[in-house]
């Protein structure tokens, strides 16, 4: 059946779940990361927190971009509202994205400030002025040609940069340097890649190898591996072969969740425990010369770092 989903349905439909589409040209939207509101509530941090040193109370998560090259099975955004046009026909200027995003994210949180009985006060007026954005919230963000003057100026505002990329795009992956720089590496063959990943772009698997090779030139790289149960924790070899080809920093392996739209296409058993997504880990491992230095049970995540960069940021 012909998609006749428009924009309009799209946005209305990102609208339904909390993300905030802002910007003249309404291709960028902000969304309050669950670990942001926990934070200021005094209960638990992102696991990045722990991981990296960020403060999850003072992350804004966005993206300049809410369309998608890729139709992942076990993504939770609603890509199937998505229009077949992946790009508007005109894209608003990086220092509008950046003003919007940080004023959608008051906005969004405005509410906390209504218990100050139940969040810590300090911890709220921080969060107003945020000091790391994740440009990674959905769609992906490397289709928006200003990206590199993008993370420029969140860098003005003293704004560290994580950038969560498919690597369908390699053309931009050369061009950016953010804080730290995320691949998704969702499979560990070509087959399984067109399967898990359902990318829209020919030569998906050889875009993708195109922009691990231009890892080594970053700041800091992390592969990202959703690991989904019955799908793709298999062949561990392979998944550190390309890892130890690229000598990324750190891989993160981190389960899949079921949640949001990801249920229309998997089931709850597709779901694997921490143990399960630490075993895997440890799998993967056994063919590479890295080490196992984090895990957050309740994200269901594990860290691997080469030993090549100081784990947190400011250090």
Not at 18 to 30: D, P
Not at 142 to 162: A, C, G, N, Q
Not at 204 to 232: A, D, F, P
Not at 264 to 290: G, Q
């Amino acid at each position: 059946m012909k998609n006749k989903k428009t924009t309009e349905d799209y946005i209305n439909a990102l609208q339904n779940q909390k993300y905030k589409v802002i910007g003249e040209n309404q291709h960028s939207a902000v969304k309050t990361c669950h670990w942001t509101k926990e934070s200021i509530k005094c209960k638990e941090n992102c696991y990045k927190q722990d991981f990296y040193g960020i403060n999850s109370h003072r992350c804004l998560q966005m993206t300049p971009n809410i369309y998608c090259n890729q139709r992942c099975i076990f993504c939770w955004r609603a890509w199937e509202e998505s229009p077949p046009q992946q790009t508007p026909r005109k894209w608003d200027q990086p220092e509008q994205i950046v003003e919007k995003s940080i004023e959608a994210q008051k906005k969004l949180l405005s509410g906390l400030g209504g218990i100050p009985k139940r969040i810590d006060k300090e911890k709220y007026e921080e969060a107003q002025k945020p000091t790391q954005v994740a440009i990674s919230l959905l769609g992906e963000p490397t289709l928006y040609p200003y990206l590199p003057e993008l993370i420029e100026k969140y860098r003005d505002r003293e704004m560290t940069t994580f950038v969560v990329s498919n690597g369908m795009n390699p053309q931009m992956i050369k061009k950016i340097n953010p804080t730290q720089l995320y691949l998704s590496l969702d499979a560990p063959t070509k087959q399984k890649h067109r399967k898990i990943n359902q990318p829209v772009p020919e030569n998906s698997w050889e875009k993708l190898q195109e922009s691990l090779n231009h890892l080594r030139e970053k700041e800091r790289t992390v592969l990202r591996i959703t690991s989904i149960k019955n799908k793709n924790m298999e062949k561990p070899e392979k998944y550190a072969e390309i890892i130890d080809k690229h000598n990324v920093d750190f891989v993160e392996i981190k389960a899949y969740m079921y949640v949001g739209y990801s249920r229309k296409r998997l089931e709850k058993e597709n779901m694997p425990s921490h143990e399960e997504v630490k075993e895997f880990t440890k799998n993967i491992n056994e063919h590479l010369d890295y080490e196992l230095i984090d895990e957050k049970p309740i994200s269901r995540v594990t860290l691997l770092s080469s030993g090549e960069k100081n784990t947190k940021i400011d250090e």
